[in-house]
Nanobody, 123 residues
Framework: QVQLSESGGGLVQAGGSLRLSCAASGRTLSSYAMGWFRQAPGKEREFVAGISWGGVTTYYADSVKGRFTISRDNAKNSVYLQMNSLKPEDMGVYYC????????????????WGQGTRVTVSS
């Protein structure tokens, strides 16, 4: 089993940047495909980005493509989400998740979740 912990959220102005980190403990992260999801109040948790086990293949929601970059460092047991050109609609709680199949876009396809980190974008 793996435990996940996100950090890096905060308040940023529209157009600004944040870098989220997800640190794993318990089991090595290289065993899992990873994803980032976000959830705004009253909305379902939605896929943001995903990455394969070795980091070769990445996946993005259309809404963030070209602005966000997912990466991983298996030696550090960590996954990252670089978010640039942030918009108010990017606000929400961001979660990292671990699963078995890379690129899955449903939150139901991931088995392990962190507690989330909040991102607030002021306009």
């Amino acid at each position: 089993q793996v435990q996940l912990s996100e950090s890096g959220g905060g308040l940023v102005q529209a157009g600004g940047s944040l870098r989220l980190s997800c640190a794993a403990s318990g089991r090595t992260l290289s065993s899992y495909a990873m994803g980032w999801f976000r959830q705004a109040p009253g909305k379902e948790r939605e896929f943001v980005a995903g990455i394969s086990w070795g980091g070769v293949t990445t996946y993005y929601a259309d809404s963030v493509k070209g602005r966000f970059t997912i990466s991983r460092d298996n030696a550090k047991n960590s996954v990252y989400l670089q978010m640039n050109s942030l918009k108010p609609e990017d606000m929400g709680v961001y979660y990292c998740a671990a699963g078995w199949i890379a690129g899955q876009r449903s939150f139901r396809d991931y088995d392990y979740w962190g507690q989330g980190t909040r991102v607030t974008v002021s306009s």
